[in-house]
């Protein structure tokens, strides 16, 4: 469906506006679907993520430093996100061997079946799959060049 269908207008200023609400509004549709898809599992999209990024670096163990530099949304408490996973048994916490004032924090078995169990949902393939690879480069590039273009 077409942004003016979606948003219920057909008055944008030129197509730098339309493109400007168009990536707005179907970001927080995107999002609004992938809340819905990790609360199947009773974790929001901010502790999806911290689980990602600590199954890559499994066995190894990461930082609340190096989580929150690989945090998708740059806002997020990681402490408060990492106490509610430890409390959910999906990660757990230790003390750092190498920076005693850094703690490390581990994905759990528990933590590792929860994103098996949404890994293809959260991909979105059933939403991707109209655009071909090489649609979805492009977009891809677009996305890159619209934010190293970005002023302010």
Request: include cysteine; charged fraction near 35%.
């Amino acid at each position: 469906m077409k942004i003016e269908e979606e948003i219920k207008t057909d008055k944008f200023v030129n197509e730098q506006h339309r493109a400007t609400v168009n990536i707005v509004f179907t970001s927080n549709w995107i999002s609004h679907i992938l809340e819905e898809r990790a609360g199947e599992e009773q974790i929001t999209l901010q502790q999806f993520n911290v689980l990602r990024i600590l199954r890559g670096r499994h066995p190894k163990p990461a930082t609340n430093n190096l989580l929150k530099e690989r945090m998708i949304d740059k806002m997020p408490d990681i402490s408060r996100i990492i106490d509610r996973l430890v409390v959910k048994g999906l990660v757990s916490r230790g003390r750092c061997d190498t920076d005693r004032r850094a703690v490390d924090v581990r994905i759990t078995p528990k933590g590792l079946a929860v994103l098996n169990r949404l890994d293809e949902r959260m991909l979105m393939m059933d939403m991707l799959h109209r655009m071909t690879d090489e649609e979805c480069r492009q977009l891809n590039e677009l996305l890159d060049k619209m934010r190293e273009t970005a002023i302010g």
